[in-house]
């Protein structure tokens, strides 16, 4: 069965750059939430989408934006890097009539230095 | 997550049942969740219970829920090494669009 797709897996990046995170939902899931896991730490949720509109926010930075597009994929803009934000970004998707399944995908493990 | 709490580590040997405890603290609670976590991976969702439900089984899974003392547990039977892993409980809280609040994880190692 197809699974939530993240890109990149990997990603380093200096203090004050800026990246792109991408998500694809499982195919025909029209919502997609962001969670950020620190090392050690339990995730904590970020921000969500259902049908391209925001729907839900956590703990999201004002540094960070995020959208959802057309074809429901979801990308997460981070701005003006701290070392602070160095996570595993995981993305979940579910369908809004199971909306109580979330998937998750596999995660970007960002590095700022 | 401070709204919902787990002991940190358990250790079992292989063959034996294994019981992670969690307790949330909002009442509003509509579905409560156990993932899996395995190093280096993501978030695996093992099982969920409606809070209307006292108990559900599925597989070596057996999930316990006590909705007046705010706590869940999860049971595997016939516990593996594979079964070694972080578990993550997880509540849903809110209506809508149902954002997760995580546990901070239970460390099950599983001996041969």
């Known amino acids: 069965a197809a699974g939530v797709i993240q890109s990149p897996r990997h990603l380093i990046k200096e203090k004050r750059e800026t990246a792109t995170l991408k998500c694809y939902p499982i195919?025909?899931?029209?919502?997609v939430y962001w969670y950020q896991q620190g090392p050690g730490q339990d995730p904590q949720f970020l921000i969500s989408?259902?049908?391209?509109?925001?729907?839900d926010k956590g703990s999201i930075p004002d540094r960070f934006s995020a959208q959802q597009f057309s074809d429901y994929h979801s990308e997460l803009n981070m701005s003006s890097l701290e070392l602070g934000d160095s996570a595993l970004y995981f993305c979940?998707?579910?369908?809004?009539?199971?909306?109580?399944?979330?998937?998750f995908g596999p995660g970007t493990r960002l590095t700022v230095t | 997550g401070e709204d919902v709490e787990q002991s940190l580590f358990l250790s079992v040997r292989e063959g034996d049942s294994s019981v992670i405890n969690c307790t949330y603290t909002?009442?509003?609670?509509?579905?409560l969740y156990w993932y899996k976590q395995e190093p280096g991976a993501g978030l695996q969702l093992l099982t969920y219970?409606?809070?209307?439900?006292d108990m559900k089984q599925d597989q070596r899974l057996t999930v316990l829920l006590n909705k007046k003392d705010k706590h869940l547990s999860l049971r595997i039977a016939d516990t593996q090494t594979g079964d070694s892993a972080i578990y993550f409980c997880?509540?849903?809280?809110?209506?809508?669009?149902?954002?997760?609040?995580f546990g901070s994880g239970t460390r099950l190692q599983v001996q041969p």
């Open positions: 979940a998707s579910s369908l809004r009539g199971t909306a109580y399944e979330q998937y």
């Open positions: 195919p025909r899931h029209d919502t």
């Open positions: 989408f259902y049908e391209k509109m925001q729907s």
């Open positions: 909002d009442s509003s609670s509509t579905y």
């Open positions: 219970i409606f809070s209307n439900m």
């Open positions: 997880a509540e849903s809280i809110r209506t809508g669009r149902r954002a997760l609040t």
